[in-house]
Nanobody, 126 residues
Framework: VQLQASGGGLVQTGGYLRLSCAAS????????IGWFRQAPGKERELVAA????????AYADSVKGRFTISRDNAENMVYLQMNSLRAEDTAVYYC????????????????????WGQGTLVTVSS
């Protein structure tokens, strides 16, 4: 599976962005997906994850209530709607995929994922 993330940019505090992750070259609908981010000098961390069916999701505590992950298996797309953005959300955001046996399983650690997109930069200015 090849992944391409897009939708990043510069936004003011309190604003919103919608990131997209387009998948190709594989059986996207069999994959659990995660959005991760990495800020300068920090480790890559989970932002949100979604099972292959889309029924189950998980979020980092820091983004709960502000971010929403969703997927469209018919279009091979995953989205991350980010609202009420804060300066601390500034990072490069990556989407990742891995094959999942069970429809309801999601994964929350970077080393559990096999396929990564190239990243898209989100900058939130205060």
């Amino acid at each position: 599976v090849q992944l391409q993330a897009s939708g990043g940019g510069l936004v003011q505090t309190g604003g919103y962005l919608r990131l997209s992750c387009a998948a190709s070259g594989g059986t996207f609908s069999y994959c659990a997906i995660g959005w991760f981010r990495q800020a300068p000098g920090k480790e890559r961390e989970l932002v949100a994850a979604i099972s292959k069916s889309g029924a189950n999701t998980a979020y980092a505590d820091s983004v709960k209530g502000r971010f929403t992950i969703s997927r469209d298996n018919a279009e091979n797309m995953v989205y991350l709607q980010m609202n009420s953005l804060r300066a601390e959300d500034t990072a490069v955001y990556y989407c990742a995929a891995r094959f999942a046996v069970y429809s309801g399983t999601y994964y929350d650690r970077p080393n559990e994922y096999d396929h990564w997109g190239q990243g898209t930069l989100v900058t939130v200015s205060s």
